[in-house]
Each structure stands twice: as C-alpha cells, then as structure tokens.
C-alpha cells in the first residue's frame, strides 16, 4: 500500500467518525430538543396541578367557613329564643365553632361565649344550656346534609329526653322553641320527655304510664 492509498484510508476513517458524531449530535439534539418539550409540558401541568389546588383551597376555606357561620347562627338562635326574663337567671351564651388545624388535620371546636370569654360549653354555667346546644346542633347538621348531600334528607328528629338538664324556668320557652324549628325550619320533632313545660306547644301529646310490664298510652287534648 503506497502512502496516498493510506492517507486515503484514513480520511475515509476520518469521515466516517465524524459522520457518526455528526449522526450522535443529531440524535442528542432531538432527545434534547424532546426533553425541553416534556419539561415545558411537566412545567405547564405543574402550574395547572398548582392552580387546580389553590382553587381547592379556596373552596375549602369557603367551605368551612359557611359551615362555621352555619351552625354558629342555628345554635345561637335557638339559645337566643329560651331567654327569659329572669335576674337570677343568666342569659343565654353565643354559640361559636371555629375550624383549626391540628397536628395536619381539622378539627372543630365548640364553644360558648360568655361576655369576651370563650370556653368549652361544659365548662360554662347550668340551667340546660348545653342541652338546647346540642338539640339545635343536630338540627343545624340535618339542615347541612340537606344542603350538600346528592340524597333526600328526611326532616324528622326523635329524642329521647333531649332537655333532661333544663331549669324549669326555661322550660316553657324550650316549648316556643321547638314550635320556632318546627314551623321556619320544617322539622317534625318526636320528644320523649319528663319535663312538662316542653310540651306545651306540641301539636300532639301523649301520656304514658307503666304499671308493671304493661304501658297505658293516652292522648292528651
């Protein structure tokens, strides 16, 4: 082989290599050119994934907060509605439920409000107030079920001594109270109780009296 033939072979090499490199930046340069793409569109749906979560937490914070206003309103009108005009009885509290985050979930606090103070309802003064709080809570709670759930709510509440800790005094008003849920909020109330004055207002009234193993059931006009 003579030196022109070799050179020859070598420049042929040579081409070939750098054909190769050519064809390897070509290829590196459309996987690059398609990671730029996938990285623009990971980038789009990260800003729409970030998007879609604001506006979760938006409605969420929205959420709540009607809940709050919700059953704070519903519980404080019913405390609101057995005041009575009595010294020595102290008036009702306000109903207050606040929504927090503790140790990375919610939580809902209940509380009444006495004045500038807020504290735990069974820590708070007597005379049933807690009673009526909880009675109006749950109707507050089937009022919501009606609001956001896809199914029928039936209104219809059956209790089983619900105001067994009311002061007499209040009782009458408890009554006025129940005919106010009855007739603004459409409820039919079925109340199995000891205290007299609850009833006072009730539509329907039964008198039930056990002598033994057997109940006598009459109805009182």
């Known amino acids: 082989m003579n030196?022109?033939?070799s050179i020859t072979d070598q420049v042929s090499e040579m081409r070939s290599a750098v054909n190769d490199i050519i064809f390897e930046k070509t290829l590196l340069e459309s996987q690059l050119k398609s990671q730029n793409y996938d990285k623009k569109e990971?980038?789009?749906d990260l800003d729409g994934a970030k998007g879609a979560q604001e506006i979760l937490m938006f409605v969420a914070r929205e959420t709540q907060s009607n809940i709050e206003a919700h059953l704070s309103r519903v519980v404080t009108m019913a405390l609101s509605?057995?005041?009575v005009e009595d010294e020595n009885v102290p008036k009702p509290p306000e109903f207050i439920v606040k929504m927090v985050e503790r140790r990375g979930s919610t939580e809902?606090?209940?509380l009444f409000k006495e004045g500038d103070r807020e504290q735990n309802p069974l820590e708070c003064s007597g005379y049933g107030y807690v009673d009526i709080a909880d009675y109006s809570l749950r109707v507050a709670y089937a009022l919501l079920e009606e609001e956001y759930c896809s199914y029928e709510v039936r209104k219809t509440l059956i209790s089983d001594e619900p105001f067994r800790n009311c002061?007499?005094?209040l009782q009458y008003k408890v009554s006025e109270m129940l005919q106010m849920i009855s007739n603004d909020l459409g409820f039919q109330q079925i109340i199995v109780s000891h205290a007299k004055g609850?009833?006072?207002d009730a539509d329907v009234t039964f008198h039930v009296v056990k002598n033994g193993k057997i109940s006598k059931v009459s109805r009182i006009e």
Do not use: Q, R, S, Y
């Open 3 to 5: 030196m022109i033939e």
């Open 81 to 83: 509605a057995v005041e």
């Open 108 to 110: 809902c606090d209940l």
């Open 167 to 169: 002061d007499p005094k």
């Open 42 to 44: 990971t980038e789009k």
């Open 198 to 200: 609850v009833n006072i």
